[in-house]
């Protein structure tokens, strides 16, 4: 119906994001656009709705769409049928998020001095507005996974390479699936909260050195929080 090939491989989501690109290259959909909804790329496909979201969520992840609650699925930028999406390979459990972190330290903590020194005051402005959305998701419903999200990649945006959100949205998808279990901790995510705000507070006084520092303490939370709910 839409132009797609039915897919039928082991690995259906690795296809399906690249018969994606495929799409929207053959389209010329261009930023900004909406794609087709969740359903008609289910029956184009002929897969079901969890490869659909998990390959939707790999473009998501390299900046490449972006999912808007209740509005559907838009196209963030262009895509080169010669780019490459490079895999990271990074399982849920303990040791490999541990692992993780430790290139995550380096990437983010980069990212945020980057933002510090570089980003516009356009770019901090919003900043600010993604962490006045999460604390209030946060204290209105106890947790803002989504809206940490966002909050995280607005600094990422701010450093104005685009590497930096397609590598580190590309390592989060294991992070928030090893936090979506149903863990007995009433105050999870309690110590990281406050460091959002000094690290916004950080990057808006323009103090490079500041934000690195604040950026691993909030990672050093997150390692805190994996070790303690996953004990070896």
Same mark, same amino acid.
């Given at each position: 119906m839409l ?5 039928? =491989? =082991?690995n ?9 690109i495929h799409? !929207?290259?053959?389209?010329n959909y261009k930023?900004g656009d909406?794609?087709?909804s ?8 002929g897969v ?5 979201r998990?390959a939707v969520?790999?473009l998501?992840a390299?900046n490449i !769409?972006?999912i808007r609650?209740g509005a @559907? =699925? ?12 490079v895999?990271?390979?990074?399982g849920?459990e303990?040791d490999?998020?541990i692992f993780?972190?430790?290139i ?5 903590a980069?990212?945020a001095m ?5 980003g ?5 402005a919003f900043i600010?507005k993604c962490l006045?959305?999460?604390e209030h998701?946060?204290? =209105?419903? @106890?947790?803002?996974?989504d ?12 450093t @104005?390479?685009?590497?930096f959100?397609?590598?580190?949205s @590309?390592m989060r998808?294991?992070?928030q699936s090893?936090?979506?279990k149903?863990?007995?901790?009433q105050d999870?995510g309690q ?5 959002h705000?000094?690290?916004?507070e ?10 690195? !520092?604040t950026?691993?303490k909030l990672?050093d939370?997150v ?6 709910m996953a004990?070896?």
């Open positions: 132009g797609l090939a039915p897919i039928s =491989t =082991t259906k989501s690795d296809m399906i994001a690249e018969q994606l799409f !929207i290259n053959l389209n930023a909406q794609l087709p969740e359903r008609e790329l289910m029956e184009a496909l079901g709705r969890s490869s659909v998990e969520r790999k998501e390299k !769409i972006q609650r @559907g =699925t838009f196209l963030c930028r262009q895509v080169s049928k010669d780019e490459v999406l895999p990271i390979n990074i849920p303990r490999s998020l993780a972190l430790d995550r330290r380096g990437l983010e980069e990212a980057i933002a510090a020194s570089r516009t005051d356009e770019a901090i600010e006045i959305a999460m998701a946060h204290q =209105t419903n @106890g947790s803002a996974r809206e940490d999200a966002v909050f995280h990649r607005s600094i990422y945006q701010a @104005g390479n685009p590497l959100e397609q590598l580190i @590309g998808g294991p992070f090893f936090f979506s149903p863990f007995d901790r999870f110590r990281s909260f406050p460091l705000r000094e690290l916004y950080a990057i808006a006084k323009r103090d490079p050195e500041l934000s690195r !520092i950026t691993l990672l939370c390692e805190r929080d994996i070790l303690e004990p070896a």
